[in-house]
């Protein structure tokens, strides 16, 4: 059954795969994996060692894309062919207890030829399943020693290692291809570098454009066969500069998207380029934070995001947790998942917060995290309600159970990442809805009527959270005017904070960005957030000491 669903599997390649060429690929690399997967579950085999019950190679073939522009010049061109990597997952036992200990969507990395070579491919794959199962049964012994050893709680030790899902043969083509054209970017690299020339008092400034484009080959002895893309491009405008009091501000602006043509146009680039430029040298001429705050909050657009992206999308939020069995993985995670507060209270009772798979668009703006099928073979649903009015219901996970999360909701991305494959628990976009929220002037009278209250002759508005370069505005109560500070130290606001707002906006925002620096995901969300008791106090950075000559450029404008 499983050879006649293969054979046409191959026979759809025929029909939706364009390229003779990229046909000849695929055919070539899933047959590759086919045949020594068989290979391997039939005849792998140790004295006194389990045979393996479950075994998947996926295979990525990778284009990266960099460039880089510095005050108009190009100091970086690194446009890498083609090139393959490979991961090979063995695992002994059965469903219910595997050799896996670590649970962690990573696995034997193995390497891969340059170009599709079906007896190249077989051989690579056979070296790394050999050292795989070698491993897993190492890795099996020590987990049974310590499941005698009680490490793990009795509901823990009662949780499944894996769950059975249906076999997918699916493969995905993008709807566009991705083209980086060289000379055009060159154009564009000088063009938007040159504009930090007319801002001497920054340096170190740079305009990068990098990407990759993946098209990763999954096939399991469970007949699972998919091919889809993993792809991203982003472009990055950064800068440093030194205050008058020796504090160095370094700062980046960044656009993210699928493939380069969903870039926004020259026009905006040169106006957010400009716009960064222009907000950094204000910031380095603000007046830095002295006194010590406690009190009232208004947290806009970046640093609301911010705020939302860290207490949410972590195994400390929304993503499920599985403690590893593994000793020394256990030590090094230091997680404090919230998965025993299923259906209690855990953030304002104003907000819902869902989980969209394939949604492309919201309000006619593009989502560019959207996926139809996980890392793992799974289908997701298509949305799924994780918070209703402030209360937990559901979190995001794998094909490893966890508590109060024994099933899989097909939350297993790829990384962005060239050196090996690797997934992690993500969604594809995040949606925090806020019933009754205000308007964003609302808020800022809130925030200011909060602070009189409290005996405050000022409060903050904080627009974007960074180590250095932190937007913060001290606001005055007396007649709301705002004036910008730096070298602030702003409390972290954790998710216990946010279990009753003074306010949430109703206008919603939307943000890409890349999950752990690697996977992109969407998230909508509510443009401001205003918290109560959050302490802000004067920064303890390290002063630089001042360059012995100025910056060439601040010469230029001095004669």
Request: hydrophobic share 35%; glycine share 4%.
């Amino acid at each position: 059954m499983k050879n006649t669903r293969y054979i046409l599997f191959l026979v759809l390649l025929l029909f939706i795969i364009p390229s003779h060429a990229q046909h000849r690929n695929d055919q070539i690399i899933f047959k590759a994996m086919q045949d020594e997967l068989k290979r391997n579950l039939d005849q792998l085999s140790l004295p006194d060692v389990e045979k393996p019950f479950f075994i998947s190679y996926s295979i990525g073939a990778i284009r990266q894309y960099e460039m880089q522009g510095v005050l108009g010049a190009i100091t970086k061109i690194n446009n890498q062919p083609e090139q393959m990597i490979g991961s090979v997952n063995v695992l002994l036992g059965d469903y219910t207890r595997t050799s896996d200990s670590k649970y962690q969507g990573r696995y034997k990395r193995t390497i891969m030829p340059a170009e599709a070579d079906y007896d190249l491919i077989r051989q690579c794959l056979w070296l790394g399943t050999d050292v795989a199962f070698k491993d897993a049964s190492k890795e099996l012994a020590a987990k049974l020693t310590a499941r005698q050893k009680e490490i793990s709680t009795p509901e823990e030790a009662r949780l499944t290692d894996l769950v059975k899902i249906q076999p997918v043969e699916k493969i995905i083509v993008p709807e566009k291809p991705f083209v980086v054209n060289e000379e055009q970017w060159k154009a564009n690299l000088r063009t938007l570098s040159s504009i930090f020339g007319k801002y001497p008092e920054l340096y170190n400034s740079s305009v990068t454009i990098k990407g990759m484009d993946m098209e990763v080959y999954l096939s399991t002895t469970e007949g699972t066969r998919v091919k889809q893309p993993v792809r991203y491009i982003c472009l990055q405008a950064e800068a440093s500069t030194r205050t008058g009091d020796g504090i160095q501000i370094k700062d980046s602006y960044s656009a993210i998207a699928n493939i380069p043509e969903q870039l926004p146009d020259m026009n905006e680039l040169k106006i957010k380029i400009t716009e960064f430029a222009e907000s950094l040298t204000k910031l380095r001429n603000a007046e830095p934070v002295t006194q010590f705050y406690c009190g009232p909050v208004l947290f806009e657009d970046g640093a609301a995001a911010a705020i939302l992206q860290k207490n949410l999308l972590t195994q400390n939020g929304l993503f499920a947790y599985r403690k590893p069995e593994d000793r020394f993985t256990a030590v090094q995670n230091k997680v404090k998942p919230i998965n025993s507060r299923i259906n209690m209270k855990i953030i304002d009772n104003r907000i819902t917060v869902k989980s969209y798979s394939d949604l492309d668009q919201y309000n006619g703006k593009p989502l560019y995290g959207a996926y139809s099928i996980d890392a793992e073979g799974v289908v997701p649903p298509k949305e799924l309600t994780l918070v209703e009015h402030g209360i937990f219901k559901k979190m995001l996970n794998g094909r490893v159970p966890g508590l109060n999360c024994e099933e899989t909701t097909g939350s297993s991305k790829y990384y962005a990442y060239p050196r090996e494959i690797l997934y992690t628990t993500a969604p594809g976009t995040l949606h925090i809805s806020a019933d009754k929220g205000a308007k964003p002037e609302m808020l800022k009278k809130q925030l200011i009527k909060i602070a009189k209250e409290d005996g405050l002759s000022y409060a903050y508005i904080v627009r974007s959270i960074d180590p250095t370069a932190s937007v913060i505005y001290r606001v005055d109560v007396k007649d709301g005017k705002e004036t910008l500070m730096r070298s602030a130290d702003i409390s972290s606001v954790e998710l216990k904070n946010l279990r009753r707002l003074a306010g949430i906006s109703a206008k919603e925002k939307v943000t890409e960005f890349m999950l752990d620096d690697y996977v992109l995901t969407s998230m909508i969300y509510p443009s401001a957030l205003l918290v109560e008791d959050v302490e802000i106090n004067k920064t303890t950075v390290t002063k630089e000491s001042a360059p012995v000559l100025q910056f060439p450029l601040s010469e230029k404008v001095d004669k």
